[in-house]
Antibody, heavy 121, light 110 residues
């Protein structure tokens, strides 16, 4: 059974940093790309970042480019999202999502339960 | 900036059929946009329903179907049930590193 468990969310001041982590199980982690998708309170979903199975290729939404970094450790089956220079509009629930293949592919396959991030003074 | 458009809300009677759509602010949605659909109930993570226009994810009942209607992607729910009441989001793949969600449709079953 595929499981994705996010951690690391919390309250952070504007301009601060936070590292989210996602622990995966139930599938050969290194064979699949992973993504982060966020949802601001009462709002829709927004794709944030992707990383290919070996970590060789990463993508970022324009809204986070230059501020967020994505990485993975295939020996520990984890994927991290390091968020710097956080702003109020980064406040959201952040979902870790499994992709359907080694590269990102066209859709989001399986979703974790999410971890909330609040950026506020 | 490309915007993916969805109806903000829709209502359907129990047992009825409803079609939700997903379009582009400029241009047409086609199979090459690989539209996918997700269902989200309050307080829960999204669940993948449909990918690559019309392929149902594992465990999704065949009451849910996807298609292209004109210049939009479509999600059709037949025989709507009370537990289908949820938010429905589409995603379009617009190129390497570009996945854009629609704003979502709130479906009410009553």
């Amino acid at each position: 059974e595929v499981q994705l468990v996010e951690s690391g969310g919390g309250l952070v001041q504007p301009g601060g940093s936070l590292r989210l982590s996602c622990a995966a199980s139930g599938f050969p982690f290194g064979d699949y790309a992973m993504a982060w998708v966020r949802q601001a309170p009462g709002r829709g979903l927004e794709w944030v970042s992707d990383i290919f199975g070996r970590g060789s290729t990463t993508y970022f939404a324009d809204s986070v480019k230059g501020r967020f970094t994505i990485s993975r450790d295939n020996s520990k089956d984890t994927v991290d999202l390091l968020m710097n220079s956080l702003r109020a509009d980064d406040t959201a629930v952040y979902y870790c999502v499994k992709r359907p293949g080694f590269a990102s592919g066209s859709y989001f396959d399986f979703w974790g339960q999410g971890t909330p991030v609040t950026v506020s003074p | 900036q490309t915007v993916v458009t969805q109806e903000s809300s829709f209502s359907v009677a129990p047992g009825g059929t409803v079609t939700l759509t997903c379009g582009l602010s400029s241009g047409s949605v086609s199979k090459s946009s690989f539209p996918s659909w997700y269902q989200q109930t309050p307080g829960q993570a999204p669940r993948t329903l449909i990918w690559s226009t019309s392929i149902r994810s594992s465990g999704v009942p065949d009451r849910f179907s996807g298609s292209i209607l004109g210049n939009r992607a479509a999600l059709t729910i037949t025989g709507a049930q009370a537990h289908d009441e949820a938010d429905y989001f589409c995603v379009l793949y617009l190129g390497p590193g570009i996945w854009v969600f629609g704003g979502g449709t709130k479906l009410t079953v009553l």
